[in-house]
């Protein structure tokens, strides 16, 4: 079967501001959702394309890329997916946000759950610490990821201060006074 414009699914124009598209996306969604209809193929057909659909329109990026190039813009981004994302669009649409089970733990438990937490508590006693992991958002063009490239990024990082040794004091001791390179902090 093929697909229908985004647009035409959930009956909106392509000037629709955001909550045009998700007030036409939550109408749809209440109308077809497999538990409102159960057993009814077409009606969970018109679910996942309105989800589809609305996945792609609210994503100012994904959006971008389907109004330049159509589907093949979007690839990935919706088609056969099905239900996969519908839990993140229904927490965004009738929760108001966009938090998830991680968010949850995390409140609760205050991160404490994360893997990379988990690896370094059960690593043995003595072993030097891992680095910090960083993530960085970098953006780049379709022709880009479709060929591969390459990108270099810059960051600052923290190195231990040569002048006290890493320890805050003047003379690499600890002392009163403070190391006039690092200001007392160990790291420049």
């Given amino acids: 079967m093929a697909k229908r414009d985004y647009y035409e699914v959930l009956g909106v124009s392509k000037n629709a501001m955001d909550d045009e598209v998700k007030k036409a996306y939550r109408k749809l969604a209440i109308e077809n959702h497999p538990d409102k209809n159960p057993g009814d193929k077409a009606a969970e057909e018109r ?5 589809e659909a609305y996945e792609v329109l609210s994503d100012k990026k994904k959006k971008e890329a389907y109004d330049n190039y159509g589907f093949a813009g979007v690839d ?8 996969q994302n519908a839990y993140r669009d229904f927490s965004d649409i009738f929760s108001g946000g966009g938090s998830g089970f991680e968010d949850i733990f995390s409140s609760i438990f205050g991160g404490g759950f994360s893997s990379g937490q988990r690896a370094s508590s059960s690593r043995r006693a003595g072993a030097p610490n891992q680095g910090q992991s960083f993530r960085y958002n970098v953006e780049i063009s379709l022709n880009d990821a479709m060929s591969e490239c ?6 600052n990082r923290q190195i231990p201060c040569k002048t006290c040794n890493g320890t805050g004091s003047n003379g690499g001791q600890v002392s009163r006074k403070v190391c006039p390179q690092c200001n007392g902090t160990g790291y420049v």
């Fill in 47 to 51: 679910f996942k394309e309105a989800t």
């Fill in 76 to 83: 990935g981004a919706g088609g056969s997916q099905g239900f």
């Fill in 150 to 155: 390459v990108k270099d990024i810059t960051y």
